[in-house]
């Protein structure tokens, strides 16, 4: 059953940061890029994209309920009992988030079937709503009062750096995999230029929730449990930065090497995908608070 959840988190959390990012650097990366005829192709390809993320978002999400009833109640059958539902969705923290979650992502879903798609302002809304109701699910929501909260809008920070770094490069991808017929030089540019910011945020806010979980910079033993899958974390998201660094310094003349380009940012986005994975074992794992 533990291993059906960190699955479900792990599929759930990609789609979700994906679904954010590409919204959020749609309009950064897209609508000054000198990419013609070009463009009309991403967006479709994007929206189309963009509504099955969404659905299967809906689909984990229920899952991911249904899964945390059954660890809750002990027993299979309690993820098919609607009075255990509801008191899991009504007299749970994790239930009344998720009653909200739930909720924002079949708008989102509604939206993105509708004339409604259009709007850029509504689809950022539901988004980021989608976005910060995962901040409380997990280890936000381990500490009361002020503390508690702090630490759900430093995850909510952090969450939405990930997110828009992860379907920035989500985005990306597509753009490289269009025939080349345009300058991506530019759009590079522009998205190295958010990423330093985006990376700067994630770092940070990273440390701020070790060191707020843990007690510590770094938790110890270092190759064991939480520590070793933050480990790993912490590994993935430097090749992540290796790989932006030989891309940012390679711009100039990358129109000559987009096999190359193309190859180096699609490996960061999967780098990117499996510290994801990384953070879904992790949100199961205990943080070993050490000793005040």
Not at 93 to 109: E, I, M, R, T
Not at 187 to 207: D, E, K
């Amino acid at each position: 059953m533990s291993s059906a959840l960190v699955l479900c988190r792990f599929l759930h959390f990609t789609v979700v940061l994906m679904l954010f990012g590409a919204c959020v650097f749609r309009p950064l990366l897209l609508r000054h890029a000198p990419l013609g005829p070009a463009l009309a192709a991403i967006d479709r390809r994007l929206a189309g994209l963009s509504r099955w993320l969404t659905g299967f978002a809906l689909i984990t999400g229920v899952c991911w309920l249904l899964l945390i009833t059954v660890s809750m109640a002990g027993s299979l059958s309690a993820a098919f009992d609607g009075p255990t539902l509801q008191l899991v969705l009504g007299s749970t923290f994790f239930g009344q988030v998720w009653s909200w979650h739930l909720l924002f992502n079949a708008l989102l879903l509604a939206c993105l079937l509708s004339p409604l798609k259009h709007s850029f302002t509504l689809r950022l809304g539901l988004t980021s709503l989608l976005l910060i109701t995962l901040a409380p699910v997990g280890h936000g929501a381990m500490l009361d009062g002020l503390s508690g909260q702090l630490l759900i809008l430093n995850q909510v920070i952090h969450l939405a750096c990930v997110g828009a770094w992860l379907g920035g490069l989500m985005l990306l991808v597509m753009i490289l995999r269009q025939p080349a017929t345009h300058a991506v030089g530019p759009i590079l540019q522009r998205f190295s230029g958010i990423g330093y910011g985006l990376v700067a945020g994630l770092l940070v806010t990273g440390l701020i929730n070790v060191r707020v979980l843990t007690g510590e910079l770094w938790p110890t033993p270092l190759f064991s449990g939480f520590a070793l899958i933050l480990l790993i974390k912490a590994l993935l998201v430097c090749a992540m930065l290796g790989l932006a660094l030989f891309n940012r310094v390679r711009i100039n003349g990358c129109e000559q090497r987009l096999g190359t380009l193309r190859a180096s940012v699609t490996l960061e986005w999967l780098l990117g995908i499996g510290a994801v994975a990384a953070v879904s074992l992790l949100g199961t794992l205990p943080p070993m608070v050490a000793p005040l």
